[in-house]
């Protein structure tokens, strides 16, 4: 039996017919028989695929061809069977949601800290490591002592850049999941005059295979079937708890009641004892759908 792989990838590079080529690339994903999401820009691609380690390979060696994503770096990560349920293609106006117009990213961009460097420089003094998720993202898993920002999308963090101004002269240490945001966050911070930026090249992925994971707190939070990876081989911990019961968990479902859908994290004795739900009410609701065991739902077809 083949093994199957998610890979995860961005690149920001100028794409001139960038509409056509999600078109095109759409059509070359449906052949290949592949799953996920990619987003497709004027500023760029930016996706996360699964499927076979043949077809994996096939996908990379097609874009590799390509002469603008010929240097683009792909993370493997082995997985049991499909980490997405269907495929998508888009064409978006940015390839990560920010809203920021005029950012440069090739000359404003922060510093590229290799993991090893990174995990070298992070305990520095006056250096302050800043997370650039969404809260849902930080709650579950972080690194140690990092600056986390209350925000529940990634184009919220010009409205609460003003908590890093007491790190105005510090070295700031930027990361999050894969590197994409922080490509524009360090571009932007540096664009209101922070001078010492720096960015953890390949984010928190990277640096899980790279160092083992020391010090990343929790588990990292990712945008597929899996929900959530382990990190740290090192000196790993938990940090988020049951919302139920208090217990450590970094067990995520969503509300088996269809109208709310939360998604909380859940241990498996109370969401048993829930039959999936995050309230009294919302067990008791009509809507409520049945609990496999997984908390993950089908999306209906529209
Ligand atoms: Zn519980
Ligand atoms: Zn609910």
């Known amino acids: 039996m083949s093994g199957y792989e ?6 920001y590079v100028p794409l001139a017919d960038a509409e056509v080529f999600a078109a095109q690339h759409l059509a070359f994903c449906r052949q290949l028989g592949i799953r996920g999401r990619v987003l497709i820009a004027d500023e ?24 603008r994503f010929a ?14 349920e269907k495929l998508h293609v888009r064409y978006r106006r940015e ?14 961009r922060g510093v590229y800290l290799e993991p090893q460097q990174f995990l070298q420089m992070k305990d520095e003094p006056d250096t302050v490591v800043v997370d650039f998720r969404n809260r849902v993202e930080w709650e579950v898993g972080r690194f140690r002592h990092a600056v986390t920002l209350p925000i529940d999308r990634f184009r919220q963090v010009p409205d609460v850049v003003h908590m890093l101004e007491p790190y105005k002269k510090h070295r700031i240490l930027a990361y999050c999941t894969g590197g994409i945001r922080c490509e524009k966050a360090t571009a932007y911070l540096r664009s209101l005059g922070f001078e010492q930026v720096f960015q953890l090249h390949g984010g928190i992925i990277e640096y899980g295979k790279q160092t083992g994971g020391k010090d990343f707190d929790g588990k990292c939070y990712v945008f597929d079937q899996r929900i959530t990876v382990d990190v740290n081989q090192v000196n790993p911990t938990l940090i988020s708890y049951c919302a139920l019961c208090g217990k450590p968990s970094a067990r995520f479902i969503n509300c088996a009641n269809e109208i709310c859908n939360k998604h909380f994290i859940c241990c498996e004795l109370c969401a048993q004892h829930m039959k999936g739900c995050c309230s ?23």
């Open 280 to 302: 009294e009410s919302c067990r008791n609701h009509p809507g409520r759908r049945h609990y496999d065991g997984t908390g993950f739902y089908h999306k209906k077809a529209r």
């Open 95 to 108: 390839i990560v949601h920010f809203g920021v117009d005029g950012l440069r990213l090739e000359e404003q």
């Open 6 to 11: 998610t890979l995860l990838f961005y690149k």
């Open 71 to 84: 240097d683009m770096a792909f993370k493997t990560d082995p997985c049991d069977g499909h980490t997405f």
């Open 44 to 67: 760029g691609i930016n996706g996360t695929v699964s499927g076979t380690t043949e077809q994996m390979q096939a996908y990379c060696n097609h874009l590799h061809a390509d002469p």
